[in-house]
Nanobody, 121 residues
């Protein structure tokens, strides 16, 4: 079984920083890419940032210049460094990964359970 576990969410004041982590574990043959999404109350889940196993990163507009996604392939862990946080960044942040399990010839998407980020004014 493959699992993704997020951590690092917290309550922070506007202008502050947080670093989220997402660790993949289980019977993993390879990881193709890992992403961060977020979902605010009453809103749809939205993409925040993506990174491939080669380290190519991309960001949606609101994350550019404030968020940085990195991947430690050896630890199978993706990080999201979030700076200059705003109240509108308040959401549950989810990790998503395209992983090929050892018992499969194909990669598929996996989701973590999320970590809550709350930014106070």
């Amino acid at each position: 079984q493959v699992q993704l576990v997020e951590s690092g969410g917290d309550l922070v004041q506007a202008g502050g920083s947080l670093r989220l982590s997402c660790a993949a574990s289980g019977s993993i043959f390879s990881i193709n890419a890992m992403d961060w999404y977020r979902q605010a109350p009453g809103k749809q889940r939205e993409l925040v940032a993506q990174i491939t196993s080669a380290g190519d990163a991309s960001y949606v507009e609101f994350a550019k210049g404030r968020f940085t996604i990195t991947l430690d392939n050896a630890k199978k862990t993706v990080y999201l460094q979030m700076n200059s946080l705003k109240p509108e960044d308040t959401a549950v942040y989810y990790c998503n990964a395209m992983i090929r399990p050892r018992d499969s010839d194909y990669a598929r998407g996996y989701w973590g359970l999320g970590t809550q980020v709350t930014v106070s004014p």
